[in-house]
């Protein structure tokens, strides 16, 4: 009996040893480089290459001269030069000598990463073999595609934005400037590592966003496989990932991916506190998707805030009030560490750049009430990716939750009911925090969206199952058939990710047509954006769009370049002195450009011109 139990301890013995080792080698590595960096640095040169790259530095002319900042600064370099060798000696201990008491929590939150990997390793084993076709087939389709996606898509404004200002500047830079909300930190720094990749930074910053696509895949299934049977499962998997914001997001260099992902795994582990309170595996994963989707977007709140209070009503409801203490006290130190990460955010940006982002007001109720609707439908068509199916299609998915009525008897009925909470939450969200915000605000939706849909999918199909075996006549087979149904399963699942895929394929560039025109034309431009040292626009309409993607591709060519942005201008204040000049087309009669080249245009929007001195 030992034999048979060795092949299957030791190599998760084997992990988890690998993972200390590393997890030791990346602590003290990150530590020592931080930490010299620090005490290495003057207060002033410290404060320079924090701020370097901002591009209003004068806005923080009073850090230089406070005396009380410069005596912490020095103070601090004291205090870290010690942690630094308390740290190395602990590290030391906890790798080799193993003795310590700080060792034994350090190896039990490894222990329970080594869960994640082995839980899903045998959750894999435990697939049948139709199972597993079908998920390769829906992977591996997937993979191809966004792949292909990701590298031909244009980059578009806010992803050149955030590159040039964050991801491009270094992780002090990511972690602590913050002028508008599309700095998705989170997103950022692992974008950031990915940069280090042979990669433009167009790929580069995209593929964090690839890889939550696959994780929240991944999990999104693990959950529907536990309420729905195995094809509607699949098919309601195959629905999620080929979804029109699911596909977006995944290959844009912007946080939304992580913010479906991470509400995809809040979903997983909520459902599985439910049945296992004391799993320290489904802990973390909440802990963790908690802190790491707030630290992406603040507006993740919205989904932390509706999902904890579900779980604490039901709790409540139930009586299990020391499992509820233990989850509250999970969520309090999650937002203890979540304000600790945005600290440097809100002491050199302010608090109101997180409660008031690009100084939005508060919606009167009267408006609410008169928005709301429309703003709904609207957030529908977006998750859908599609205006033909009204918002009281919604109505639909609550016949799954009516007492009694299960998707699947052996787990109840208490995700179902969930999810239609979690789905239905923005209505109840904008009167409690009355603004009206983006719809891609609630892409987080998108798993509960399809998890409802396929509730009520797999409830359809087992009361008309049961209505075609009382009317099919009796004793007729459809053995014959039965061949056929693999291939032609896998089939549908193809064709209809191929179909989703062209469909993604035209509307993005219905959606995003000025990209594609732009991107046309800087290929056009070739080797003169090498040359280009300023670019002057005007402020009537998109022009900045234009400029600011422009800066990024001089940017990317050569960070240290000196690119000047004059704009927005009004027309008669441009000097004619920069290499491009981006003008609104109403404007450009009667002005002097003969020392410039037309190279295109954009319908009404603007007029792309390049001085002729370039080569």
Same mark, same amino acid.
């Given at each position: 009996?030992?034999?048979?139990?060795?092949?299957?301890?030791?190599?998760?013995?084997?992990?988890?040893?690998?993972?200390?080792?590393?997890?030791?080698?990346?602590?003290?590595?990150?530590?020592?480089?931080?930490?010299?960096?620090?005490?290495?640095?003057?207060?002033?040169?410290?404060?320079?290459?924090?701020?370097?790259?901002?591009?209003?530095?004068?806005?923080?002319?009073?850090?230089?001269?406070?005396?009380?900042?410069?005596?912490?600064?020095?103070?601090?370099?004291?205090?870290?030069?010690?942690?630094?060798?308390?740290?190395?000696?602990?590290?030391?201990?906890?790798?080799?000598?193993?003795?310590?008491?700080?060792?034994?929590?350090?190896?039990?939150?490894?222990?329970?990463?080594?869960?994640?990997?082995?839980?899903?390793?045998?959750?894999?084993?435990?697939?049948?073999?139709?199972?597993?076709?079908?998920?390769?087939?829906?992977?591996?389709?997937?993979?191809?595609?966004?792949?292909?996606?990701?590298?031909?898509?244009?980059?578009?404004?806010?992803?050149?934005?955030?590159?040039?200002?964050?991801?491009?500047?270094?992780?002090?830079?990511?972690?602590?400037?913050?002028?508008?909300?599309?700095?998705?930190?989170?997103?950022?720094?692992?974008?950031?590592?990915?940069?280090?990749?042979?990669?433009?930074?167009?790929?580069?910053?995209?593929?964090?966003?690839?890889?939550?696509?696959?994780?929240?895949?991944?999990?999104?299934?693990?959950?529907?496989?536990?309420?729905?049977?195995?094809?509607?499962?699949?098919?309601?998997?195959?629905?999620?990932?080929?979804?029109?914001?699911?596909?977006?997001?995944?290959?844009?260099?912007?946080?939304?991916?992580?913010?479906?992902?991470?509400?995809?795994?809040?979903?997983?582990?909520?459902?599985?506190?439910? !049945?296992? *309170?004391?799993?320290? &595996?489904?802990? +973390? #994963?909440?802990?963790? %998707?908690?802190?790491?989707? @707030?630290?992406?977007? /603040?507006?993740?709140?919205?989904?932390?805030?509706?999902?904890?209070?579900?779980?604490?009503?039901?709790?409540?409801?139930?009586?299990?009030?020391?499992?509820?203490?233990?989850?509250?006290?999970?969520?309090?130190?999650?937002?203890?560490?979540?304000?600790?990460?945005?600290?440097?955010?809100?002491?050199?940006?302010?608090?109101?750049?997180?409660?008031?982002?690009?100084?939005?007001?508060?919606?009167?109720?009267?408006?609410?009430?008169?928005?709301?609707?429309?703003?709904?439908?609207?957030?529908?068509?977006?998750?859908?990716?599609?205006?033909?199916?009204?918002?009281?299609?919604?109505?639909?998915?609550?016949?799954?939750?009516?007492?009694?009525?299960?998707?699947?008897?052996? !787990?109840? *009925?208490?995700?179902? &009911?969930?999810? +239609? #909470?979690?789905?239905? %939450?923005?209505?109840?969200? @904008?009167?409690?925090? /009355?603004?009206?915000?983006?719809?891609?605000?609630?892409?987080?939706?998108?798993?509960?969206?399809?998890?409802?849909?396929?509730?009520?999918?797999?409830?359809?199909?087992?009361?008309?199952?049961?209505?075609?075996?009382?009317?099919?006549?009796?004793?007729?087979?459809?053995?014959?058939?039965?061949?056929?149904?693999?291939?032609?399963?896998?089939?549908?699942?193809?064709?209809?990710?191929?179909?989703?895929?062209?469909?993604?394929?035209?509307?993005?560039?219905?959606?995003?047509?000025?990209?594609?025109?732009?991107?046309?034309?800087?290929?056009?431009?070739?080797?003169?954006?090498?040359?280009?040292?300023?670019?002057?626009?005007?402020?009537?309409?998109?022009?900045?769009?234009?400029?600011?993607?422009?800066?990024?591709?001089?940017?990317?060519?050569?960070?240290?370049?000196?690119?000047?942005?004059?704009?927005?201008?009004?027309?008669?204040?441009?000097?004619?002195?920069?290499?491009?000049?981006?003008?609104?087309?109403?404007?450009?009669?009667?002005?002097?450009?003969?020392?410039?080249?037309?190279?295109?245009?954009?319908?009404?929007?603007?007029?792309?011109?390049?001085?002729?001195?370039?080569?």
């Amino acid at each position: 009996m030992e034999k048979n139990h060795l092949p299957e301890r030791l190599p998760a013995e084997n992990l988890f040893l690998s993972l200390r080792y590393l997890f030791a080698a990346c602590i003290f590595s990150c530590s020592f480089y931080f930490i010299l960096l620090y005490v290495s640095s003057d207060y002033a040169s410290f404060l320079q290459a924090l701020l370097s790259g901002v591009r209003r530095m004068s806005d923080y002319e009073d850090h230089y001269r406070d005396p009380v900042l410069k005596m912490i600064f020095v103070a601090l370099k004291w205090v870290l030069a010690g942690f630094l060798i308390l740290l190395s000696a602990w590290l030391y201990d906890w790798c080799f000598l193993h003795r310590s008491r700080l060792s034994r929590p350090a190896d039990k939150r490894i222990r329970t990463v080594v869960s994640v990997f082995t839980g899903n390793r045998d959750f894999v084993r435990g697939l049948d073999p139709f199972t597993r076709c079908c998920l390769g087939l829906i992977f591996g389709l997937q993979a191809g595609a966004l792949l292909f996606f990701l590298v031909h898509t244009p980059f578009h404004y806010d992803e050149a934005w955030t590159y040039v200002y964050f991801t491009g500047r270094g992780f002090l830079q990511t972690a602590t400037f913050y002028p508008l909300p599309n700095n998705h930190i989170f997103y950022n720094l692992v974008a950031g590592l990915f940069t280090r990749l042979p990669f433009g930074p167009e790929v580069c910053t995209r593929l964090p966003g690839l890889c939550a696509n696959f994780i929240a895949t991944w999990y999104f299934f693990k959950l529907a496989a536990g309420y729905f049977p195995r094809t509607i499962a699949v098919l309601t998997t195959l629905a999620f990932s080929a979804a029109y914001p699911v596909i977006l997001y995944s290959v844009e260099a912007r946080g939304y991916s992580f913010l479906i992902c991470f509400a995809v795994l809040l979903c997983y582990a909520a459902e599985g506190l439910v !049945r296992s *309170p004391d799993s320290g &595996r489904l802990r +973390l #994963l909440f802990f963790f %998707s908690v802190v790491a989707g @707030l630290y992406t977007m /603040p507006s993740f709140l919205f989904a932390v805030f509706v999902i904890n209070m579900i779980l604490l009503i039901y709790y409540a409801v139930n009586g299990r009030w020391r499992e509820g203490g233990r989850f509250l006290l999970d969520n309090v130190i999650a937002v203890g560490i979540v304000a600790l990460l945005y600290a440097p955010v809100i002491y050199l940006n302010g608090l109101k750049v997180l409660t008031n982002p690009n100084g939005s007001s508060v919606t009167s109720y009267h408006e609410v009430a008169r928005l709301i609707l429309p703003h709904l439908s609207s957030t529908w068509s977006f998750l859908l990716g599609s205006r033909r199916i009204p918002l009281a299609a919604i109505l639909l998915l609550v016949i799954p939750a009516l007492p009694g009525n299960p998707a699947k008897g052996t !787990r109840g *009925p208490f995700f179902v &009911r969930f999810s +239609l #909470l979690v789905l239905l %939450s923005p209505a109840f969200i @904008l009167f409690l925090y /009355p603004v009206i915000p983006f719809e891609r605000t609630w892409v987080y939706l998108a798993g509960p969206l399809f998890f409802s849909i396929g509730f009520f999918a797999a409830f359809g199909c087992r009361h008309l199952g049961d209505l075609m075996r009382r009317i099919a006549a009796p004793g007729r087979s459809f053995s014959a058939f039965a061949g056929y149904r693999q291939p032609v399963f896998f089939g549908l699942i193809a064709g209809l990710l191929l179909l989703s895929y062209a469909n993604f394929k035209t509307t993005h560039h219905k959606q995003y047509a000025i990209d594609y025109t732009i991107r046309d034309q800087f290929d056009k431009m070739g080797h003169t954006i090498d040359h280009i040292t300023g670019i002057g626009y005007t402020g009537r309409s998109l022009e900045y769009y234009v400029a600011e993607d422009l800066f990024f591709q001089c940017f990317k060519r050569n960070p240290l370049r000196t690119v000047v942005l004059d704009g927005p201008q009004k027309t008669a204040d441009l000097d004619y002195t920069q290499s491009v000049l981006i003008i609104a087309p109403d404007s450009v009669v009667g002005m002097k450009l003969g020392g410039y080249e037309f190279v295109g245009s954009y319908e009404d929007v603007y007029s792309l011109f390049v001085r002729r001195e370039h080569p």
